[in-house]
């Protein structure tokens, strides 16, 4: 028990640098009032009209895990600009931490649409 102790408390010893580094890769809950902004400028970038909201109720940050807000996204706009709009979404998001759990696309009139629904996470 003893020798399991000492390699617990050397691993969260270890483990600490990693737990700062992604603390500062979170936003404050409050700065997710500026996640929808960041999305239409990204949206903008791609040629692409946006429709965003956030769903539910957030749920509070714990000790040991990230708080997270549902959000759902619609954009409208060439099919090559909507995929590359995902690829930044999901990789390059600098100042925000998030996972798309679902998306679609579908043809609509002469381009497409394609809807994301995902979280965003914050400390």
């Known amino acids: 028990v003893v020798n399991i102790l000492a390699e617990l408390k050397k691993v969260a010893t ?3 640098p990693y737990k700062q ?3 500062s890769l979170l936003p404050a809950q409050d700065q997710l009032l500026d996640f929808p902004r960041y999305l239409d400028i990204l ?3 791609y ?3 946006l429709i965003f909201n956030f769903q539910g109720e957030p749920s509070a940050a714990q000790k040991d895990s990230p708080g997270s807000l549902a959000f759902a996204l619609s954009s409208t706009g060439q099919l090559s600009n909507n995929l590359e709009f995902l690829k930044a979404l999901e990789a390059k998001s600098a100042r925000f931490l998030l996972a798309v759990q679902n998306f679609s696309v579908s043809r609509s009139g002469g381009g497409y649409s394609m809807g994301v629904q995902g979280q965003v ?3």
């Open 121 to 123: 996470f914050f400390k």
């Open 21 to 23: 580094a992604m603390d």
């Open 14 to 16: 270890e483990a600490e």
């Open 47 to 49: 040629g692409l009209s």
């Open 43 to 45: 949206a903008k970038n």
